[in-house]
């Protein structure tokens, strides 16, 4: 059974992905889909669920979202009002570990599934305004550099509040330092403990130094490390069982065995006692891990930090000001105030505020931010421009195109953003994996205390003792669930500043797995800016004038690139438009229109076939000759009947033909699909050494033939930039866009290229290679981690070598196993692509 719901309260796609998740784990769901345009969820399930049992689910889950039955009224959701913080964050927060998805929180604090600290959403806005104030008089702020009013002082810039990131750094870093002071001492007189005559038993007894231990140990447990108590306890009352889960019940065992012992040392059997009578006590151990532990955690929030540094990087980009020319005067504007159409001058060196077309001068541009390649471009009058790339040593003016988040630079900053918080597929083990994890792991703690307690050497119970707690602390779920999220976070941020945009985790992760490519022609392997040759005409009756004049006043109203560049050519030849009606666009076959009452229409041979106009052998013979030197002919139509053709050029990209062989010699096969004739198609691939391709496809052509590749077992890619390649781009296992092409290639691409050349693609598999790597390192490391650690903490090794492992040596190798994975991420950083 199918049934499609209303979805209310869903603002975005975590929203999105969330309301989905939720759904497809009532029982009985077999799939759930949720569209966040339509706001609808069609649920797929083997019987009837009533739609209460999804209203319950939802009301469980937080009640943010909402679902009815399409067309019923709905009350809407009460807004929760979050106040913002005043630092430089959002107020967001999310799991570094992705527990539950797309998730967020409201305000600061730890996972409930996972228990690790939640980290800060970047704040996206590209720039803010500098305020100065008076270091005298703070109450004084003004938006520009100056002296105060009060007492005469220079202003100087206000510093931004911390991101909720970097308080609790130092908040980790205050309960460290306190915790590193009160166990040292510990650590030193349980050590001392060693020496054949202890000095600081002629002080005073041993039971009297277990008072000073504990003392000191009450700050670090109940002040520097309480958090740790709390998330195993929370753990442990939700069921959702962690690392934290194994640290509480390990540490805080060596503790409360200790006070016991301290307390009631008569109800301990002799062989936990020393010689003194005094209870042998571990509050060293207590604390040492305890410690340890959050040093881990420390190191990692400093880790976390550098993960997501792409995006800041990037956000650094955008400039604060701008030049604005108001009645031809220059005014320095703030980035804000800036509205589309308004005309900017850029001076030398400066970074372009906004995207916009250049209306006078010309100059070089440094756009490897964007596009990730160095050498600076030549821009003149009517190129584009983008925002945060730099001007080279002339000035120029511009007219504002997109502003604020409609910009390239924000549009890549917030799709960075939101695929380096996706989940890819590889991660879904690992989350099984840690699912059983804990239990498993306490089980082999309580098997470890029994086998040590029922046949270890004396003192047994001691043995039993110290390698149970040790299991506990060793073993370490968060390395396991921080491989995946992680590499994905570093990878997608190194391939931003690379010009290669990344949707979501899943295709960085299925791009590693494609064996076909399959490319458009025009705008992919050629430049997509098409010229005009030459015109020609079949009769006499028609100058080249008039032809020309018809085929610009037919392809006024189409926004296809060859009709642009025949309207560019007849402008440029003075061609005087007719006014034409009934016009219609026929995907991938051409136009027709009514000019001066007759029927006109334009096109390659199918459109001629579609208005039933015969093209003749001669004619096809002398369109042939351009065709075979890669050209495009289209045919022009009067009632009927073929009367002439234009012949349109498109430069092959100077990086195609690298592109293709590098890709080639990766062992994909590359077909070229277009819906150019076949001799055109012919001459390019040749030019190419492409073996495959096909000509004349339609969109639906594309499509299918997608779809007979994905039949014939094959992980299929494909790179388009129109919208004739949309469906195909949508069907294909990895759509690749051309960052030049339209808005409905990009929106249906899981990839994006910023540049739009053939090379990208070999970076987007050169990226997708080093990050599935780095995610199998970082997986195999964590589990041979665990797999070789806990046996060892047991003490197999004991019968053979004689080797056990202290609990403190346990809480070292944990908390540097987490460190370790995220290091081994960070290293993405540094790999050339």
Known sequence: MKHTYHIHGMTCNGCRGHVEETLSKVEGVSKATVNLEKAEATLEMASHISIETFQEALKNDGGRYSIHKQGAQHLPIEDKKVKQPKGKGTGTFYCPMHCEGDKTYDKAGDCPVCGMDLVEEQNLSLATTKHWTCPMHPEV???????CPICGMDLV????????????????????????????PIFLMAMSEMLTNNPLYDIMEQKYWNWIQFALSIPVVFYATWMFFERAYKSIKTWNLNMFTLIGIGAGVAWLFSVV??????????????????????????????????????????AHSKTNSAVKELLKLAPNKAVKIVDGEEVEVSIDEIELNDILKVKPGDKIPVDGVITEGETTIDESMITGEPIPVNKAVDDKVSSGTINGNQSFLMKAEKVGSDTLLSQIIHMVNDASRSRAPIQNLADKVSGYFVPVVVFISIITYTVWAIWGPEPAYVYALVNAIAVLIIACPCALGLATPMSVMVGVGKGAQNGV???NAEALEKMDTINTLVVDKTGTITEGRPTVETIGAFTDALSNRELLQYIVSLNTHSEHPLAEATVAYGKAQNAEIIKSENFSAVTGKGVEAKINGKKMALGNPKMMEYAKADITSIMKEEAKTYQQQGKTVSYLAIDNTVVGYVVIGDKIKETSAKAIKALQDKGIDVIMLTGDNHDTA???????????FKASMLPEDKLKEVEKLQENGKVVAMAGDGINDAPALAKSDIGIAMGTGTDVAIESAMITLVKGDLHGIVKARNLSNAVMKNIK??????????????????GVLFPLFGIL?????????MSFSSVSVIANALRLRTVSI
Do not use: C
């Open 501 to 503: 945009l990344i949707k």
């Open 682 to 692: 012919q001459a390019v691939a040749s030019a190419l050494n492409l073996a495959d």
């Open 157 to 184: 810039p206000m510093q931004p509040d911390l991101s909720a990131e970097e308080k609790a750094y130092k908040k980790l870093l205050k309960k460290f330092w306190i915790a590193t002071a009160f166990t040292l």
């Open 805 to 813: 492992l202290s609990p403190m040596i346990a809480a070292l190798a």
């Open 261 to 302: 012992g301290m307390l009631f040392p008569e109800v301990f059997p002799a062989q936990f006692k020393t010689e003194s009578g005094a209870v042998h006590v571990y509050f060293e151990a207590a604390t040492v891990i305890l410690t340890l532990v959050l040093l881990g955690q420390l190191l990692e929030a400093r």
């Open 777 to 794: 390192q970082n997986l195999f490391f964590a589990l041979i981690y665990n797999t070789v650690g806990v046996p060892i903490a047991a």
């Open 141 to 147: 702020v003004q938006d520009e550099a100056g002296s």
